[in-house]
């Protein structure tokens, strides 16, 4: 199966940007379905975003209000998140999952492979 590792994560003020990337090794990146996954302290682990395995289609949490953009580069076997308007609710821990190639999902167990994540913290 892939592995992932995510990137990009950091401590900004309200308002900023961040770009998380998430890059794969091993596999076959360009048939799975990929998402993004958000975790902040003492709540459940929760879907942001999902992209197809070609980038056909993309798929947001109805928080994500327009702010972010999910895109994948297959060529380069990597995936990012662009962040914008990020407010002190976004503070959390971000994961990038893996799924095999049938449809989109929601849910972090219809997901094989997770990265270790990486951390935003948005001060306000």
């Known amino acids: 199966q892939v592995q992932l590792v995510e990137s990009g994560g950091g401590m900004v003020q309200a308002g900023a940007s961040l770009r998380l990337s998430c890059a794969a090794a091993g596999g076959t990146f360009n048939r799975y379905f990929m998402g993004w996954f958000r975790q902040a302290p003492g709540k459940e682990r929760e879907f942001v975003a999902a992209i197809t395995d070609n980038g056909g289609s993309t798929y947001y949490a109805d928080f994500v209000q327009g702010r972010f953009t999910i895109a994948r580069d297959n060529a380069k076997k990597m995936m990012y998140l662009q962040m914008n308007k990020l407010s002190p609710e976004d503070t959390a821990v971000y994961y990038c999952?893996?799924?095999?190639?049938?449809?989109?999902?929601?849910?972090?167990?219809?997901?094989?492979?997770w990265g270790q994540g990486t951390q935003v913290t948005v001060s306000s």
């Open positions: 999952a893996a799924r095999r190639n049938y449809s989109y999902s929601i849910n972090t167990r219809d997901y094989f492979a």
